[in-house]
């Protein structure tokens, strides 16, 4: 495997008298999907921001290393002008702003063959919808779409997804599942935070976070049977709801409470 | 007053106001009109540079009429029924010299069953010390649609005063969309009033854009009155305020019969010391009519900036482009 270009380093984010992460330590690679997993606050969005030097996200101790050089307080604009980007879980809407122009903003001069390429990629007609305004009058699962467009316009070095399949379709699952690969391929590292099994399949590795922390890391398989069996974290929050599949992997409860 | 038959076009040749068309023809352009549009023998066209008239081209359907006042200008517009108007009408109204006083009374008359587009650009480019008064009756007949959409430009100076006053009425199963567009330059000072009535089935649409810098005044006074049956309104304000300039929109939409439905959406962007309100008033006579409304008025959202940033534009540039996207 390649050296790492981006290192996470013991990072720990603290709010309100509360530790929102702790302890983290991640590495992203070119080319390589680092699939995050986790059950709703878990910290895995707050992660995300952090990464990206969001407000209110500066990490009250540790580093982001990148290419070598500290970029903790690096501002979002920085960061996204070194290639580190993200798409929200919930992307915002821009009354009056056309769709190509969005998608465009980080694609730097020349960008109208980038900006149809990437349409395409996520699936929007470029007739239908290079010029429609990223307002309300598209469809949540259309808005995700721009969204990922304009991360796959901008060959990000590394594009961070934050659940980029929630609120979609099953058939549009399939053509982002295409988009993440075609991504890697190009030679972006992607943070991908999901909880679907079809998508965690195309990660290289995989983490899984509980209360801030990292608690798993190895390969997508063992992070999803761990996450789906659950650690003892998991069982001590929410006990044990129907769609625990226990013995998943062979595993008791009994057993995951010793491993959690 | 000057009137000119198809085919034999006052814009082109060169009478002894060829320079004063000129500057209006460039002032035109930086308002975001198209010269070569006026020239279009089947394009309906009024051009009028402070009490004169450069031009008025009638086309078939389409009568227009003009005679200038001391201070202006007073229009008769005339659509005949039934008429489909292919082209936008193009209305080209503006003051050149930095100082100067044009009011323009404006009767439109669209006949029932007629179809018609204007396209109206105001430029002052110079204006230092200059008033813009415009006084318009728009009549919509029964079934007749009114598209009107006036967009300003103002130089940087801030010297003008524009004072658009239109009384509205639309028949019953009209439809009037009316846009009212100042981002491209000063605004100086901006007082608009408008006041239309809707009857049975018809509808009324009123979107202003406005940005205002430094010591601009925006007070925009809107009344929307859906008197007939199943009338619908729709009074949308996009107004953005940076410096110390001031900006008070007061709508007021009535549901006063049954199945009436009226909205009001104002947003409005503060920065700097820069004040902006909104007071939208909701009156229902009829128990079986329904109006609503909403309002956000303050600071960009957070999140829509940071999107923008994390595409690479800086905080200045991202929050620019999100008001420019707005009045768009």
């Known amino acids: ?260 | 007053m000057s009137s000119i038959q198809m085919g034999q076009h006052a814009i082109g040749r060169a009478p002894s106001w060829a320079g004063e068309m000129e500057a209006m023809m460039d002032a035109y352009r930086q308002a975001g009109g198209d010269p070569d549009a006026l020239k279009l023998p089947e394009v309906a066209t009024l051009v009028v540079s402070g009490s004169q008239v450069l031009a008025s081209h009638s086309i078939p359907g389409v009568h227009l009429e003009a005679e200038p006042l001391e201070q202006g200008v007073h229009a008769r517009i005339l659509v005949e029924p039934n008429t489909r108007v292919r082209y936008p009408v193009h209305l080209c109204f503006g003051v050149i010299p930095a100082e100067g006083i044009q009011q323009i009374e404006a009767e439109y008359e669209i006949g029932h069953g007629a179809q018609v587009e204007f396209l109206a650009h105001c430029s002052f480019p110079n204006a230092l010390r200059v008033e813009h008064r415009m006084v318009a009756n728009i009549h919509v007949g029964r079934e007749a649609r009114l598209t009107y959409s006036e967009e300003h430009f103002h130089g940087q100076t801030g010297g003008i005063d524009v004072r658009p006053t239109s009384k509205i009425i639309v028949e019953d199963g009209g439809q009037f969309t009316g846009s009212f567009v100042l981002t491209r330059g000063r605004i100086g000072s901006l007082e608009m009033d408008y006041v239309a009535d809707a009857g049975q089935d018809a509808l009324v649409e009123l979107v202003t854009k406005a940005y205002g810098s430094e010591d601009d005044k925006v007070k925009l006074q809107e009344t929307i009155r859906l008197n007939g049956d199943n009338a619908r309104g729709l009074s949308k304000t996009r107004i953005a305020v940076k410096g110390r300039a001031i900006s008070e929109v007061n709508t007021t939409m009535e549901g006063n019969a049954p199945g009436a439905r009226g909205h009001m959406d104002c947003t409005e962007i503060v920065r700097d010391q820069a004040m902006a309100a909104n007071n939208p008033l909701v009156k229902v006579t009829n128990a079986h009519a329904l109006v609503t409304h909403e309002a956000a008025i303050g600071t960009v959202n957070r999140k829509e900036i940071e999107t923008l940033m994390a595409r690479g534009l800086d905080e200045a540039e991202a929050v620019d482009l999100i008001i420019r996207a707005m009045i768009r």
């Open chain 1, 1 to 260: 495997m390649d050296e790492p270009f981006l290192i996470i380093e013991d990072l720990s984010l603290r709010k309100s008298d509360r530790w929102i992460l702790q302890n983290i330590n991640l590495s992203f690679y070119p080319g390589k999907i680092h699939a995050l997993l986790g059950l709703n606050g878990s910290g895995k969005s707050s992660l995300a921001y952090t990464i990206m030097g969001c407000e209110g996200y500066t990490p009250t101790t540790g580093r982001i290393i990148l290419d070598g050089k500290d970029i903790t307080h690096a501002s979002i604009t920085e960061r996204a002008r070194m290639g580190i980007t993200l798409a929200w879980q919930e992307p915002v809407r821009f009354e009056g702003l056309p769709i190509g122009k969005y998608i465009g903003l980080g694609a730097g001069e020349n960008n109208r063959e980038k900006v149809i390429a990437a349409l395409e990629a996520v699936s929007l007609p470029v007739k239908a919808y290079g010029y429609r305004p990223v307002d309300q009058t598209l469809s949540g699962g259309e808005r995700k779409r721009v969204e990922l467009a304009a991360v796959y316009a901008m060959q990000p070095r590394l594009a961070i997804l934050d659940e980029p399949d929630s609120g979609i379709d099953a058939l549009s699952v399939v053509d982002i599942t295409r988009l993440i690969q075609k991504l890697a391929n190009q030679g972006s590292a992607i943070l991908l935070i999901t909880h679907r099994p079809e998508l965690i399949g195309v990660a290289d590795e995989a983490s899984l976070m509980c209360l801030g922390t990292i608690v798993f890391h190895g390969s997508p398989m063992d992070a999803n049977r761990y996450y789906q069996t659950r650690c003892q974290t998991h069982l001590d929050t929410l006990g044990n709801q129907p769609w625990t599949p226990a013995t998943l992997a062979g595993q008791s409860l009994d057993q995951e409470r010793k491993t959690g």
